[in-house]
């Protein structure tokens, strides 16, 4: 039995829901997050993200473009970028997993109150945009390279996805499906020939499809896939590969361009070959995220080392002082990665999700979640105070948090993504449940045989015990557990299991099961072609990959001031730091820094005193004030000399 | 007795006459590249590099853009981006040195053709501009951050001053005199409180003030440079750092932002200082461009690791893949050191010259002159097919020589430093000549006493021997030689000698002096700050920084497969080149690249066959085909395990 929903009746309360799969999801009203990491980050979610969006939305006037185009004086008003409606958008979808989550009558409201300002501005034949087509703006559809109309709507989609998800209709219901006949009219295979710039038109028409039934919107979102590649945008200074119009995606072998573009088009070929049974296209899909995941991300889960075009760089080209890994790009690789899991039953995917979910998702947002990182760099080398609360920064690439930027998608991606977060915890099958993320959670699965409910009690990351309690079962089932990759040593029952993943046969109400992961920090290397990361080590501890940070270090010594001791081992700090063995650096200072070894022209470095670095979680740098950051840790080499 | 021109006359043909300084400059009429490397690059500029950017600026519209705004119809007939008229002006000015040089009448009339279609669409006030206040554009001054009518000037200015350097008048000089005029009565202390987003008119006005004597002009700069740095221009995305409005010049401790545009300023204010005796000015430009030195400039003297912005990066932030290095940013470098060099009278500043020079300027231009480098990056990962000919590619920051850019400032600015070149070779004071640069040449020099007449015969870089002849002299003059920082081991008549200034007194009539540059390849390390490169040795042989290519490399080895041997000394081969001792590396491509050392999870890459790598000049690479190329060669480490 799927978890399908009936036509635009209350189902499964899940971001994705494909019809076909190896795996189900289970919807966000079967997995309920009860404390810890995640959580917290739910709670910080609803109390400060969402609120904090809705206020920045009003204050920069992307909410009041709206009011403005149902007057018809928008061209005189308009503020923000031509893809603002999308941030509105991606701020309703945020309440809209909220309120499936909690039933808040107060964020129904709100979405119901903004949908309404949304609908005045629709046009009579379902078009919609405040940057387009009102009195004194260009015509509609005058510029698909840069204009995000199609990109906008699929963000709109999305949002009423997320209401028609979790059982409501109401104004942006309404307002999309009118949209989405919009879009059918226009474009559909004898409509106009023309693609987005920004790819998510598509991914947005495969899940309207899955949660209507209606198989036009997928066939129109397999047409936009299948145009695009073909040179149909203008060619532009990065090339038709930044908005991959360059080849067709079946025929391309990994992805390109800009990264968010990219993952965005991959999770809806992901969509759309399952939806159709296209075998071809989903092991297209699959190699070409595979080859991502195999040279071109960092050890965070980040993708993307060119700032220019926010794309991804050539295969190991990863300096992490030029990293850019955006925000967003973590959650489009979060959206691939988990539609591949549901679509080839490879639990293994869940190592990058997680992976990305506490090293980017959770890095953006501070601590008071107020402040985001928009890039989230593995270096920083210049300490600059943290910015204002009160201030938007028109600097997006900044690797300041900043509570706002000109170019906003990411807080209300990341707000998205915490509230519908459970979803991404665990899986179905015939035979029974897949635990594919470790948080404190209640789960209640429908089976064929009946319903499962299990309890997960974990203080995971700060604590590798997870304990599963059956509360219920129909009988015997199979319980998969996902074991990452990097936990050599992790027990079940008291018993080592390898990593991949632990089927356990046989489990019936009453019993629990005890997971231990190894959480001892671990010393790991880089493949040898990252040039940028020679002779260096990162420190990771369970998921978390570590950091240094100078508000840790002595008063005057900056990142560059220490190199870790040869071979060192790092010692576990507390439950999520560690501390590992270096010696201070003096370095000299040279009128040009090139130089043969020893010569005293600049290459070398005296070494100083033993020191023991702390390190820290990477997701939580940053929120201490002023401060230098590095992730991967130079070692002493032979080119410095101890004086 | 100064090198200075008499108001309009002829005088020092020279790209930069201060009236003031340690040291003068030498005009191109008493310095004469007779052959060599630099003198097949005049060559190959006038046969080639000139006629090409005049094919090109015809063929893009850029010279038709005047023809249109004189008849009143550029609006709608405007090619080119917004500072496409100092493309045009930059050539002018190439063709001006050019005919100084060699009294060419058809370029002469050529750039008298030009001057004409110019004038026809100059305001009767003196304004001009083919991209702003013609009928159905923007008002003039509009837009000030990215407008460029004052950087569009500083070139004009620049090509008149070329003009008026080299004995012409003409039609360019007197609208460019307009021009000045205008300026003046707009922007002067009274005047409008405004700058240009791209310093570039405060070196043209200082020169101008020298070239004309009028004050007025060089005050006028003073202006521009002190109003900077107040936070005119508006907040951008990349701050305004960007376009150097963050921070007064004088109050700045480093140069920093868009790097041409830094680059330009710092000139300026070098030219200030010295015309206005402001020492205090003289020591900020200074200590700003050493720090850029010591810690934001790659081996090659490129400078930007920034593609974003066209920026600096951080200090000692110069990943190699990520290397931006834009050939303008090189010749901003050079007017900085040379006035610099002229100022304090350090031939030290010689050396960057001589490395920008050889690694970056004579980089850009393809072998044929008919495609440059925009970008000069030190490590190109994916092999690419030389670009054609006939297609102006829009990637101005691709690696790929192209043609002609949209932005296509380097083309015209390597011409222009081409055909004036000889100005850069030496240097007299009231003691005598300076040698600074080594080139075959003859040099006529005019000391107080008479006149000194100097044959210098070399095959530098090629061939380390410098003759140098005395044919004619006054009586006993002092001869200065610059000895390279890396020239360890550099003898006169067989005398070793130190790196710095080497100072022959008495020289007379009749004598020949023997300079003997060690052109040994030798093993050069980085400042272990900059990450990017730990781990990695660089080559240089004599003032060549050498690369490896695939291209020189067994089929199917491309230049990540292979690391050099711990400690490898490069071994001379042939007159410029070089080859290391290597190990042929075979990596394994796991599906996640970093793990454990050893423990099969990326990290690590099997040792195979030795092979002598050989490494080639820097800047002959990718002519000869689809390469990849790196500068910095790593080296094996004990992550690599023998197999």
Redesign the interface.
């Known amino acids: 039995m799927h978890q399908q929903s009936d036509s635009l009746g209350r189902a499964a309360f899940m971001p994705v829901a494909p019809s076909e799969g190896a795996l189900r999801p289970l919807g966000i009203d079967s997995v309920r997050i009860t404390g810890g990491f995640w959580g917290h980050r739910q709670q910080l979610n609803r109390e400060a993200i969402i609120p904090h969006a809705l206020k920045w939305e009003t204050k920069v006037g992307w909410i009041d473009n709206f009011v403005h185009a149902a007057v018809g004086d928008v061209a005189g008003h308009r503020q923000g970028r031509e893809f603002s409606d999308s941030d509105v958008y991606k701020l309703i979808e945020s309440m809209a997993w909220e309120v499936g989550r909690t039933d808040d009558p107060e964020l129904d409201a709100e979405i119901e109150r903004l949908g309404t300002l949304i609908e005045a501005c629709q046009c009579d034949d379902g078009y919609l945009s405040t940057r387009f087509g009102n009195p004194g703006q260009e015509p509609r559809y005058s510029d698909f390279a840069w204009g995000h109309e199609l990109y906008c709507y699929g963000h709109l989609i999305q949002a009423a996805i997320a209401r028609m998800r979790t059982g409501y209709q109401g104004t942006i219901v309404r307002v999309a499906l009118r949209v989405a006949e919009h879009l059918l009219a226009t474009f559909g295979e004898d409509g106009r020939d023309d693609i987005c710039g920004h790819p998510e038109i598509e991914v947005a028409l495969a899940e309207l499809s899955r949660v209507t039934g209606d198989p036009r919107y997928l066939e129109q979102a397999r047409i936009f896939l299948d145009r695009r590649g073909n040179g149909i945008l203008p ?5 038709r590969a930044y908005y991959q119009d360059d080849e067709p995606f079946r025929d391309s072998t990994i992805l390109r361009g800009h990264c968010v573009r990219a993952l965005y088009l991959c999770a809806a070929a992901v969509d759309i070959a399952v939806e159709q049974g296209d075998a071809g296209l989903l092991r297209v899909a699959q190699k070409q995220y ?1 080859a991502i ?3 071109r ?1 960092y ?1 965070t889960g980040g993708m993307g ?4 075009d926010e794309a991804f ?5 990863m ?4 990293s850019y890994c955006e925000t967003c790009a973590g959650i489009g690789s979060i959206m691939v990665a988990w539609r591949l899991l549901l679509a080839t039953g490879e639990l293994g995917y869940g ?1 990058i999700i997680e992976r990305t979910l506490y090293n980017i998702v959770a890095t953006s947002p501070s601590a008071q979640g107020n402040a985001f990182f928009y890039a989230n760099t593995l ?1 920083r ?2 300490p600059a105070a943290q910015s204002t609360v009160d201030e938007a920064l ?4 900044s690797s300041l948090r900043a509570p706002w930027f ?1 170019v906003s998608c990411c807080p209300t991606n990341v707000a998205r993504t915490f509230a519908s977060l459970a979803g991404l915890l665990a899986t179905s099958s015939d035979e029974g449940v897949q635990l594919v993320q470790y948080a404190s959670a209640e789960l209640a699965v429908d089976l064929a045989s009946g319903c499962v409910r299990l309890s997960v009690e974990t203080n995971y990351p700060d604590d590798g015990r997870v304990l599963i309690s059956v509360a219920e079962a129909p009988g015997a089932f199979v319980l998969d557990l996902r074991i990452p ?1 990097w936990a050599q040593g992790a027990m079940v029952d008291g018993h080592a299991v390898s990593p991949g993943t632990h089927r356990i046969e046989g489990v019936t109400v009453g019993r629990t099961i005890s997971l231990q992961l190894p959480l001892e920090p ?15 080590v ?1 420190v990771e501890r369970g998921p978390l990959v570590l950091c240094s940070e100078s508000v840790d270090l002595p008063d005057g010594i900056g990142i ?1 001031g220490y ?1 870790i001791e ?1 071979g060192a081992q790092p010692r576990a700090d507390g439950d999520t730091g560690a501390v590992i063995a270096a010696r201070l ?1 003096t ?1 000299e ?9 020893g010569a005293g ?5 005296g070494r100083g005193d033993a020191i023991d670095v702390p390190l820290a979680p990477y997701y939580a740098w940053g929120n201490r004030g002023p401060t230098t950051m590095r992730v ?1 840790l ?1 070692e002493l ?4 000399t101890t004086r």
């Open positions: 060619d532009i200074e990065f090339g595979d995941l195999a040279r991300t050890i080392s060119h700032h220019q760089g050539d295969d190991f080209e300096p992490p002082d030029r190592d270096h080398r210049t028109p600097r997006a690439s000109e990759g671990r010393r790991t290397l880089p493949d040898s072609r990252i040039d940028a990361v020679r002779g260096t990162a560059d190199e040869p650096i370095h200072n040279a009128a040009w820094p090139y130089g043969a070894a022209a600049g290459a070398g470095a991967w130079p080499g032979a080119d410095v």
